[in-house]
């Protein structure tokens, strides 16, 4: 057996297929989460890379060898894997890698009703028996049976949100050959929205681009599209479909703040008072307008055990990260893009106006996105920033997750070291672009220096 430190991350596994990952290591895998999570039963989906099948298999084949039962949902989204543990009240197994390419795949856990399955959560305790090996138990083994969830999952985001009303739209929307070309015609399907599919064949192989929607140039064919077209808008899903990225109908990119902001006003009209979480990162907008809407921001750490830990804490009802996760209490407090979407294309067709004069109230400032830096000594280079603002009048900072540093005049930015790389990311803001290029050249002075 490999060492599985390597490929048991903060938050899921992941690793190169045939090299880290394979069934031998995958079929322990799967023997160790039935031993945490104890039965009745496991649920288990997967994406369309090519190793996902036979992965998912190998794991299925671990569960049962410890007499707990699998339901095989196939072909599935990560949130409609999460969908599935939350309607079916069951510990749940997604096989994905996400946007990483093709050579990838990995594994996303959660317990029953979509509650995560981290390192302080039973992700440690999986690598170790994992690493042991976990005999088979005595007695009865599990079984397998087979169950479709999509349309089950469709009808039920069309509960949460009512488009059938909304003025027809036409939307183009890359799904990057990920599991989005599976669920966008059965999520949108006899809805007044016209469809511009790109790149809907599902393929692991991803032979038109990588489907991270996080890095701009994955954007481009889209908003290309987008123009030529004359849709409303476009959307961007990621591999697994669980993140969701907005270009409005000049192509141009909607800050996930701005998503953010939009949706906690939809949730918060909804349900007045509740509380909003935002990870550190996101605009100072997203507070801002969560309390002019009435409703409490609770500011958290990046990461999706860190909101989902938050959300049940405060009993909040909507979350969002920078990165286009978004977290709803009435999706079992899991992440879905494709409900954060449908709220987008709700709140622009039931308006006259342009998703860009819509999302203009919820876009107060300028942002950086994030900037990676490779440096030998993070704690160093982290040292040397504060050092270098330590005296400066009004600035003050806080580590609720790596360095913040607030400049009291809606200027501020974030410093954070990778958990698996020798990188620094830095995130600024402020309130014109001017002050954003002059702070973050600034700082990146001392880091790279």
């Not at 510990?91 to 050579?103: D, E, I, L, Q, V």
């Not at 599991?179 to 511009?196: D, K, N, S």
């Not at 070291?417 to 700082?443: C, F, H, I, K, Q």
């Amino acid at each position: 057996m490999p060492d599985l430190s390597a490929i048991v991350k903060a938050y899921d596994i992941r690793g190169v297929v045939g090299e880290q990952l394979d069934a031998a290591v995958t079929r322990e895998l799967g023997a160790a989460f039935a031993k945490l999570v104890g039965g009745p039963s496991v649920v288990i989906g997967y994406d369309m890379r090519d190793s996902s099948p036979a992965l998912s298999a190998a794991f299925a084949e671990g569960v049962t060898s410890q007499g707990v039962d699998v339901v095989s949902i196939g072909l599935a989204s990560t949130d409609m894997l999460y969908f599935a543990s939350g309607k079916l009240q069951l510990p749940g197994a997604m096989f994905t890698a996400s946007h990483n390419p093709a050579k990838y795949n990995g594994i996303k856990l959660c317990r029953a009703g979509a509650a995560p399955v981290g390192q302080d959560s039973g992700l440690a305790e999986i690598r170790e028996w994992a690493q042991q090996g976990v005999p088979a138990v005595e007695g009865r083994h599990g079984s397998v049976s087979e169950r479709n969830m999509l349309a089950d999952y469709a009808a039920y985001l069309r509960e949460l949100v009512d488009l059938s009303g909304i003025r027809p739209l036409k939307i183009a929307v890359d799904a990057g050959n990920g599991m989005g070309g599976y669920t966008v015609p059965e999520v949108f399907a006899g809805l007044p929205i016209e469809v511009v599919p790109m790149y809907f064949e599902l393929d692991g192989n991803f032979p038109n681009h990588e489907a991270n929607p996080l890095d701009p140039a994955n954007l481009v064919d889209l908003q290309r599209r987008v123009v030529e077209v004359g849709a409303d808008a476009g959307l961007a899903f990621d591999g697994d479909a669980d993140r969701c990225f907005v270009v409005d109908a000049d192509g141009n990119p909607v800050s996930p703040s701005a998503v953010t902001a939009l949706v906690a006003t939809r949730e918060l009209a909804k349900d007045p008072g509740g509380t909003i979480i935002h990870n550190l990162i996101t605009s100072r907008c997203v507070p801002e307008i969560v309390e002019e809407h009435g409703g409490k921001p609770v500011r958290t750490r990046v990461g999706h055990s860190f909101i989902k830990q938050r959300m049940a804490e405060t009993g909040a009802i909507f979350g969002g990260e920078h990165s286009a996760h978004y977290y709803f209490r009435d999706f079992w407090r899991a992440d879905t893009g494709m409900l954060a979407a449908m709220h987008v294309l709700a709140a622009l067709g039931e308006q006259d106006g342009s998703l860009a004069e819509l999302t203009a109230e919820f876009c107060r400032y300028e942002a950086s996105g994030e900037i990676n830096s490779t440096v030998a000594d993070q704690a160093a280079s982290t040292a040397a920033v504060r050092a270098a603002f330590a005296d400066r009048e009004g600035v003050t900072f806080d580590e609720l997750d790596g360095m913040t540093v607030d400049l009291g005049d809606g200027r501020w930015f974030n410093l954070r070291a990778s958990n698996t790389e020798p990188l620094l990311r830095l995130n600024v803001e402020a309130p014109d672009a001017g002050a954003v290029a002059a702070l973050r050249d600034e700082v990146l002075a001392i880091v790279r220096r």
